[in-house]
């Protein structure tokens, strides 16, 4: 079946530098991608969207990349700090706003 | 800003009991999904609705069912509770069409004995 998949499970990160997060999709008549952050004990927390017809968004220090020729789409956290510590999910959209989302990515922030 | 919330942070029930999990939100949306999450397998989707009193199955239905008599309510029921539904519950709100996030509540750890 269609799946979303992440390459790294955990990512090891110095405080300051720029983390780069990736993902595989399988589907390719979505046509919405989403980022979520999920802190310890809580519930994932909307960072960005892309839309298929783009190639680039960006936000608050965060980047999302959507390359649709290989079906991978990538978040850029520049300048990283320990409150950026978290599993990351990326997920695509499918009918009635269904998200399918990856196993996650760890990102553990180191002084 | 979206409100989703949960009944319980953390519940602990025994095995064959019948569970209610609650899910309100504040931000009249019309559809609104239940997840599990566990170690390694990330969100999987248990069942979802687009509206008030319609539901339709999502990926892994079997052992719970749902019900949604008002907008801003979803319930998901384990009709008898089993340990391998020992896990993280989910819920999330969306608004009807285009392409709109969905917010989550904190969610709620089940624990089956």
Aim: glycine share 8%; charged share 20%.
């Amino acid at each position: 079946g269609e799946s979303v998949g992440l390459h790294l499970p955990t990512l090891s990160v110095q405080e300051g530098d720029n983390s780069i997060i990736n993902c595989a999709y399988s589907n390719s008549a979505s046509d919405y991608f989403i980022w979520y952050k999920q802190e310890s004990g809580k519930g994932p927390q909307f960072i960005i969207d892309i839309r298929s017809n783009m190639d680039k968004r960006q936000g608050q220090r965060v980047t999302v990349l959507l390359n649709k020729t290989v079906k991978h789409l990538s978040l850029q956290i520049a300048a990283t700090q320990p409150g950026d510590s978290a599993v990351y999910f990326c997920a695509e959209t499918g009918a009635w706003g269904k998200l399918q989302f990856g196993a996650g990515t760890q990102v553990v922030v180191t002084p | 800003d979206v409100k989703v919330t949960q009944s319980s942070r953390y519940l602990v029930k025994r095995t064959g009991e019948k569970v209610f999990l609650e899910c309100v939100q504040d931000m009249d949306h019309e559809n609104m999904f239940w997840y599990r999450q566990d170690p390694g397998l990330g969100l999987r989707l248990i069942y979802f609705s687009y509206d008030v009193k319609m539901k339709e199955k999502g990926d892994i239905p079997e052992g719970y069912s749902v019900s949604r008599e008002k907008k801003e309510r979803f319930s998901l029921i384990l009709e008898s509770a089993s340990t391998n539904q020992t896990s993280m519950y989910l819920c999330a709100s969306r608004r009807q069409g285009g392409a709109d996030t969905q917010y989550f509540g904190p969610g709620t750890r089940l624990t089956v004995l």
